[in-house]
């Protein structure tokens, strides 16, 4: 495929088309088979304004497996920030040091300003409740390496107002022509503008407050965005809304796989860990050659 990625940004899925997605989702599969060291020399900056632990270490990890090194805040308490920086000239500066931006933030925008004040490519690790476009990716490489195929029967499960994995998962399976089932306690569903979208998109779309997990071949479960509820008793109706035990399970099909981005808090029970069809913990080792793939493609390292 002629897809130049050299020096892109990577902000939104939507900035992929559907060949240029399978296209970084095969780099991904050679990255797991050995990779040269692409990224010697090369430095890659890691700017965390809001909490990580997979998405922080599988990125430091990718760079490093590829020979690189990343230097990094993963609290922005520490940084000029807390004088009065602004964003721009805090990108301008990390910009000036190294040869990769990854940024997660909790304002929405965030990352395409950073983009925009930034000459070296920016990956959006999270912008609020707006988009996650390498955890989509990771979640795409699983679901394929699971189905062999992308147009599957999907139910996304969760907190679908606030959820940004979600917001990026649903544009991209789209795309794949998947059948997508929406579920969500009453007050936490998908955007109107985001399920409009996806009908736009030629999307078979059906939307509820109750799972019917019957037909589905991946569920994917989010936990509830505490952090992003303006007031907390909005927060106090949901909690615990839904949890997913093996009881659950009773009329699932047999290739059911259970996906969900982690951190999970208490939706889905640990009793499901053991079942086959748990894939959360694979969800988090595709983590790593699919940003590997990532990093190698924006710097031009494969192409
Ligand atoms: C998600 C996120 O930060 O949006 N975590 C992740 O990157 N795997 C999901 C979440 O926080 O619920």
Do not use: C, N, Y
């Given at each position: 495929m002629d897809a130049d990625f050299r020096?892109?940004?990577?902000?939104?899925?939507?900035?992929?088309n559907r060949g240029e997605i399978e296209f970084i989702l095969d780099k991904a599969l050679e990255m797991r088979q050995g990779h040269a060291p692409l990224l010697a020399g090369r430095i890659l900056g890691l700017l965390f304004f809001e909490p990580s632990t997979r998405t922080r270490l599988s990125f430091e990890v990718a760079m490093k497996r590829l020979g690189g090194d990343v230097v990094g805040f993963s609290d922005s308490q520490l940084t000029s920030i807390t004088k009065g920086e602004s964003l721009s000239d805090t990108i301008k500066t990390v910009e000036a040091y190294t040869d990769i931006i990854v940024i997660r933030h909790s304002r929405e925008g965030a990352a395409r300003l950073a983009a925009e004040a930034s000459k070296k490519p920016v990956i959006n690790a999270g912008d609020g409740p707006n988009q996650h476009p390498t955890q989509t990716l990771l979640d795409l490489f699983t679901i394929r390496k699971e189905f062999?195929?992308?147009d599957v029967k999907v139910t996304l499960m969760g907190d679908l107002k606030y959820g940004r994995t979600v917001h990026s998962l649903a544009y991209a399976l789209a795309m794949f022509d998947a059948e997508i089932d929406l579920v969500s306690p009453p007050g936490l569903e998908m955007p109107e503008e985001v399920i409009t979208d996806l009908k736009a998109m030629g999307a078979e779309v059906s939307v509820s407050n109750r799972l019917d997990i019957s037909k589905a071949q991946v569920l994917y479960v989010t936990r509830i965005q505490k952090e992003r509820f303006p007031d907390p008793e909005e927060y106090a109706k949901v909690r615990g809304a839904y949890k997913l035990t093996l009881d659950s399970l009773k009329d699932a099909r047999s290739d059911l796989i259970i996906l969900h981005?982690?951190?999970?808090?208490?939706?889905?029970?640990?009793?499901?860990?053991?079942?086959?069809?748990?894939?959360y913990f694979d969800q988090v080792a595709n983590g790593v050659p699919v940003r590997m793939a990532v990093l190698a493609l924006v710097t031009g390292a494969i192409e």
């Open positions: 020096g892109r940004d990577i902000i939104s899925i939507r900035d992929f062999g195929r992308l981005p982690l951190p999970r808090v208490q939706e889905i029970a640990s009793e499901i860990d053991a079942t086959k069809h748990a894939k």
